[in-house]
């Protein structure tokens, strides 16, 4: 089992729609949860960090965690032609270490 | 600036000679991690340096590759005897602390070119 997975892409979505990116992971004992959005041929770019079971709300953006099930979400509401990229889940482990999925890659269908 | 800067942006190497990346995290940070992305896959961890020292190298290969952090100066990724399959975007990111909490912020990366 791979450490990081993330549903497998290319999801596409019409302008407007909520697009929904899941993420699991295999360290129970892991901390901290983060999202970021990468545009072809540029950096990863932050977009949420999660710590705590629940949702946690920015814009157009909710990220939700549920760490009995080893599961972080990533919503977007409202997407737009702008949101179009990979989406990476990353996740800081028990042992400190920060591993990334291989990525979600989103297209907004105007 | 005071993002993450890394530089060359580009870099064109043949195969057998050494390419050398630099890498200046935010200000403030100290905590510098270096990551490798092969075309249309995902980020993969390399090493993870405080000033002076390699806290985590596991992601690094055995040969040819090594990196610092001195205590002035960028940190610094080296390859040696480049091959064609290091050809690849190498990012740096930084970190101000450590911990359950901290958050590693991007460069923009260096994209090596083995010919």
């Known amino acids: 089992q791979k450490e990081v997975e993330q549903n497998s892409g290319p999801l596409s979505v019409p302008e407007g729609a909520i697009a929904s990116l899941n993420c699991t992971y295999s360290?129970?004992?892991?901390?901290?949860f983060f999202w970021y959005r990468q545009y072809s041929g540029k950096s990863p770019e932050l977009i949420m960090f999660?710590?705590?079971?629940g949702d946690k709300e920015d814009g157009r953006f909710t990220a939700q965690l549920n760490k009995a099930s080893q599961y972080v979400s990533l919503l977007i509401r409202d997407s737009q032609p702008s949101d179009s990229a990979t989406y990476l889940c990353?996740?800081?482990?028990?042992?400190?270490?920060?591993?990334f999925g291989p990525g979600t890659s989103l297209s907004v269908i105007p | 600036n005071a993002g993450v800067m890394q530089n060359p942006r580009h870099l064109v190497r043949r195969r057998g000679q050494e390419a050398r990346l630099r890498c200046s995290p935010m200000?403030?940070?100290?905590?510098v991690y270096w990551y490798r992305q092969l075309p249309e896959e995902g980020l993969k961890f390399m090493v993870y340096?405080?000033?002076?020292?390699?806290?985590?190298e596991s992601g690094m290969p055995k040969e040819r590759f090594s990196a610092e952090f001195p205590k002035e100066g960028p940190s610094i990724l080296r390859i040696q005897q480049v091959v064609r399959g290091d050809s690849a975007a190498y990012f740096c990111?930084?970190?101000?602390?450590?911990?359950?909490?901290?958050?590693?912020?991007f460069g923009p990366g260096t994209r090596l070119t083995v010919l």
């Open positions: 999660i710590y705590s079971n």
């Open positions: 340096l405080q000033k002076e020292n390699i806290i985590d």
């Open positions: 990353a996740v800081k482990t028990s042992y400190d270490k920060v591993i």
């Open positions: 360290d129970r004992g892991s901390q901290s």
């Open positions: 200000k403030g940070h100290s905590h």
């Open positions: 990111a930084s970190s101000s602390q450590g911990g359950a909490t901290d958050t590693q912020y």
